[in-house]
């Protein structure tokens, strides 16, 4: 049976029905969404593609973490603000043949994602494509005044991340290693992907940081970690006009448990989880700084998640990683799309 765009349309709209009391007035059926923010916020908003053969890959990746991921990913953005999410628009261009169980299953996955961070769907258009394309947008709100920008580290501030940097990449790695069929046959007998398949997979958007941060007022500035530390920490000082120092032993790795011949005891081993946190992608974790008087008020870890100290903003422009052989300038060999 042809499917047409009605349809299609129909068959987002069941799985991603708004709940009835949100600040959206008019969501879905309509030429487009009306929302009402709260009297004393300000919105945000951000938007991100996830693109098959650039973001991932249909024989490899689940549909449903296709679904979760391509939202989590926006959220990260309104996490890195402080904010809290309150609705979004799929951009959805797929092929005719995927308009069965890949549908429902990508469908499953964004509903999960938008049930579990309360980002109800409020629009968006579809469309027909030889290859999968998907552009979220989010709308998120916080409290005037209160957004942590970019911009707002000073020399002698603190840094600091939270999670463990780079576990992402090493579950791509696992990923593109032939744990494809592994995971998908974890995820069918357990509904659960658990370590760095996990991450890869299924990225959990630090919004519960992001508002405390905000509420506390502890962060002077603040950006999420999607394309690997060594690239995002020059965007954040180049923002602040600062530079960095970086301590290498302080920056938290993921355990490799074995790649390859690799061990994550070993002196190879360690020099690679350390590549992985500084160059890895897709971690979504967050990356702040703090004035050190205020240093004492951040715990070591929020809800169970780590929070660590890595390194200090410094007047000098230049961005230092101190490493086994000294130190050295940090390098930004993080995801570039347009690096060859």
Not at 58 to 65: G, I
Request: charged residues 25%.
């Amino acid at each position: 049976m042809k499917t047409s765009e009605n349809r299609l349309v129909e068959r987002i709209t069941v799985s991603l029905e708004p709940p009835p009391r949100t600040n959206l007035r008019v969501a879905i059926g309509d030429d487009a969404a009306l929302f009402a923010p709260r009297k004393g916020h300000q919105s945000i908003l951000t938007c991100d593609w996830f693109l098959e053969g650039t973001h991932f890959l249909r024989k490899v990746h689940p549909a449903n973490s296709v679904g979760w991921k391509s939202l989590a990913r926006a959220l990260s953005d309104i996490a890195a603000m402080g904010g809290r999410p309150k609705c979004f628009l799929l951009s959805l261009a797929i092929p005719e043949n995927l308009i069965t169980s890949w549908l429902t299953q990508f469908l499953s996955g964004l509903r999960c994602a938008a049930a579990r961070y309360q980002c109800p769907l409020a629009g968006g258009d579809t469309t027909r494509r030889t290859e999968i394309l998907v552009s979220i947008t989010v709308v998120g709100e916080i409290r005037s005044g209160t957004a942590i920008l970019r911009s707002g580290a000073r020399p002698g501030d603190l840094i600091y991340v939270s999670g463990r940097l780079g576990e992402a990449e090493f579950g791509w790695n696992l990923l593109r290693k032939g744990r494809t069929k592994a995971a998908r046959e974890e995820l069918a007998k357990t509904g659960k992907i658990h370590g760095p398949l996990r991450k890869h997979l299924f990225p959990e958007p630090r919004l519960s940081l992001g508002q405390w941060l905000a509420a506390q007022k502890l962060a002077t500035s603040m950006m999420d970690l999607s394309d690997g530390l060594s690239t995002d920490l020059p965007r954040l000082c180049a923002a602040s006009r600062v530079g960095a120092f970086i301590n290498s032993t302080h920056v938290p790795l993921s355990p490799l448990k074995r790649e390859g011949k690799l061990r994550s005891n070993s002196t190879a081993g360690r020099r690679r989880a350390l590549q992985l946190a500084l160059d890895g992608g897709d971690d979504y974790e967050l990356l702040f700084t703090a004035d050190p008087r205020r240093a004492c008020r951040i715990p070591s870890s929020f809800r169970g998640l780590p929070l660590t100290r890595i390194g200090e903003i410094t007047r000098d422009r230049r961005l230092i990683l101190k490493s086994e052989s000294g130190n050295v300038a940090l390098q930004s060999r993080g995801w570039d799309p347009f690096r060859k």
